[in-house]
């Protein structure tokens, strides 16, 4: 099957380029030569993907790169979160100089957010930096890690701790791909589509409020739509602000209480699970500090609930809990967790010039297990 397809550019002032295309359709893949070929033009690609994804469509990617005219290896990784380390960076590094690739080579990410930070971040550190080319395979990277240049690997003590900021020369994102995805995982990926609304575009909260159920049963169609106008929403943001000195921050509405519940769970919850989770909580926060207009978590747990997100929240999950395991958080300055809050859906509340809202451990503690209370008592209700 192929679709009419959409692009959209990201503008990054700082690529030489000046920007970069995002090109959307069913059937996309067919076209990765001649994107290649056009964005990044190399001697040699190297396609990595975590084993799960290598065994489903590296063949056919190897297929497509050759058909172009394309010299490209193969190189996967062991599939899984906690494989997103320094020592799957190295492993991948030394394969790429044992394969004899140099400064005249690509990589190209072939898979989920895992794949996209890891690929990304072997890019821009192999040879002090080689384009990059972005095939996310899963909802939540192609609405959303896949668009933004963030590259990483997690350390111990938090996840995303280590990495750089490597801009792909394009993003190539084919909604076929997604037939192979269970369902869980896609319902994962749509929290961050509904995150971009909430922050961002009001209108295309209502629209996935109202498509839900095709969204959830995964329709093709419907999904490239909203992967479409979501990454209208990242690339309006990454455009203003690519290196998060300011703006870029909303993106991580969700998001410390997320992170937080992804290390309590040992990576057992899938992040678009646990931002959310996160967002239901974070949302009800910024209502108890008079932040949020009232309403705004019982919508989002709504919408959250129609796209088959799990509730991931229970009793264990304390305030005290949660504010340990969000210490090391990448939002935090001056020993004070820095929380993304709405002022309405649609749209983050301020803090004078900072679009994050500074909470010390202290004054976080009751409105959090205030907010944690509310989200469960929701919860609770809906069962």
């Not at 979160?81 to 320094?86: A, F, I, L, M």
């Not at 190209?108 to 930070?117: H, K, P, R």
């Amino acid at each position: 099957m192929t679709a009419p397809e959409e692009s959209v550019r990201v503008n990054v002032p700082e690529m030489p380029s000046g920007s970069y295309e995002v090109r959307i359709g069913a059937g996309a893949l067919a076209g990765l030569a001649e994107l290649c070929q056009s964005a990044a033009p190399a001697h040699r690609y190297a396609v990595i993907a975590d084993s799960h994804v290598a065994e489903l469509y590296g063949a056919r990617a190897l297929d497509v790169l050759g058909s172009g005219g394309l010299s490209a290896d193969l190189l996967p990784f062991p599939a899984g979160e906690w494989n997103k380390s320094r020592q799957e960076w190295a492993a991948l590094s030394d394969a790429l100089l044992a394969a004899g690739h140099g400064r005249d080579s690509a990589v190209i990410a072939l898979g989920g957010g895992v794949t996209g930070d890891l690929a990304g971040f072997v890019a821009s550190t192999f040879m002090r930096g080689v384009p990059v080319v972005e095939v996310p395979t899963t909802l939540l990277a192609m609405v959303d890690s896949s668009v933004g240049g963030k590259t990483g690997v997690d350390a111990s003590a938090a996840k995303n701790a280590i990495g750089a900021f490597h801009q792909p020369r394009a993003v190539l994102v084919d909604p076929e791909l997604l037939e192979t995805l269970p369902p869980h995982q896609r319902a994962a990926g749509l929290a961050e589509a509904v995150k971009a609304g909430a922050i961002r575009d009001a209108d295309l909260f209502a629209w996935i409020e109202e498509h839900a159920s095709d969204l959830e049963q995964g329709d093709v169609e419907t999904l490239t739509e909203l992967i479409e106008r979501s990454v209208r929403v990242k690339a309006s943001v990454v455009a203003q602000d690519p290196r998060e000195l300011g703006l870029r921050a909303i993106l991580n509405f969700g998001h410390t209480v997320g992170h937080a519940l992804e290390a309590m769970s040992g990576y057992a919850v899938l992040h678009g699970e646990a931002v959310a989770a996160g967002m239901r909580v974070e949302a009800r926060l910024g209502e108890e500090l008079g932040v949020t207009e009232k309403g705004a978590g019982e919508r989002l747990d709504a919408v959250l609930g129609s796209c088959g997100l799990p509730e991931v929240l229970d009793d264990d999950h304390t305030a005290e809990r949660l504010l340990e395991a969000a210490r090391p958080d990448k939002k935090a300055r001056l020993g004070a967790l820095r929380w993304v809050l709405l002022e309405r859906v649609g749209e983050v509340a301020r803090e004078g010039d900072e679009y994050t809202h500074a909470l010390p451990h202290r004054h976080a503690l009751e409105p959090l297990a205030a907010a944690l209370r509310k989200a469960l008592e929701a919860s609770d209700s809906a069962t």
